[in-house]
């Protein structure tokens, strides 16, 4: 079983969609959650850190549920800026810094 | 002023060869990283050096060997190279390797390596 599993998709939605992106880990001992965004051929970046209370920025919503070890990514208001491929990212504990990454899941916004 | 460099963007080699990839941040980080991103697009961590010194070694062949001059660069040699050494390396870097301060990972362009 993958340590991080996502969804690959791709969404195809109209833009001013909203669309919902699950992730799920199996480490118990994850410690931190993220969501990366990778653009088409070029590097990840940062998009959000996620917390057990929910966290906004935006357009963007991240929620994390440990019991369940479930994480999602709520995209509102889809702009066409926003076709990437996003990435479900973990942190465990005491692992030197590893991020460990979800295969990505690919929107896609269409006019 | 490009936080995190690489060089090349693009290597085309053939079986056999051995070749280097250079990674330089102007960040001031104290860690960095290699990562591969395979056709399926799974990223992996490969090594991670903090100030110089190996932290993270995850399993990967004893054909790569990185090298971290000083604190700001950190270099990937590969030998005797392989098909399935095909990918996309990215160097990565955050300003250091423990609690929060690890999270946030500043990736390079990437090379993307063919071996034919």
């Known amino acids: 079983r993958k340590e991080v599993e996502q969804d690959p998709g791709p969404f195809n939605v109209p833009e001013g969609a909203t669309v919902a992106f699950n992730c799920t880990y199996s480490n118990s001992a994850s410690q931190s959650f993220f969501w990366y965004r990778q653009d088409c051929r070029k590097e990840p970046k940062l998009l959000m850190s996620v917390y057990s209370s929910g966290n906004e920025d935006g357009r963007f919503t991240a929620q994390l549920n440990r019991a369940s070890q479930y994480i999602s990514l709520l995209i509102r208001d889809s702009k066409l800026s926003d076709s990437a491929t996003y990435l479900c990212?973990?942190?465990?504990?005491?692992?030197?810094?590893?991020?460990?990454f979800g295969q990505g899941t690919e929107l896609s916004v269409k006019p | 002023d490009t936080a995190v460099s690489q060089t090349p963007k693009y290597l085309v080699t053939q079986m056999g060869n051995d070749k280097s990839i250079k990674c330089e941040q102007n960040l001031g980080h104290d860690t960095m990283y290699w990562y591969k991103q395979d056709s399926k697009k799974f990223l992996k961590i490969m090594f991670s050096?903090?100030?110089?010194?190996?932290?993270i070694n995850e399993t990967v062949p004893n054909r790569f060997s990185p090298k971290s001059p000083d604190k700001a660069h950190l270099n990937l040699h590969i030998n005797s190279l392989e098909l399935g050494d095909s990918a996309v390396y990215f160097c990565?870097?955050?300003?250091?390797?423990?609690?929060?301060?690890?999270?946030?990972?500043?990736f390079g362009p990437g090379t993307r390596l063919t071996v034919t």
């Open positions: 990565a870097s955050s300003q250091d390797h423990t609690g929060v301060n690890s999270y946030e990972q500043y």
């Open positions: 050096y903090n100030n110089k010194e190996l932290i």
């Open positions: 990212v973990v942190n465990v504990y005491n692992q030197g810094g590893k991020l460990i």
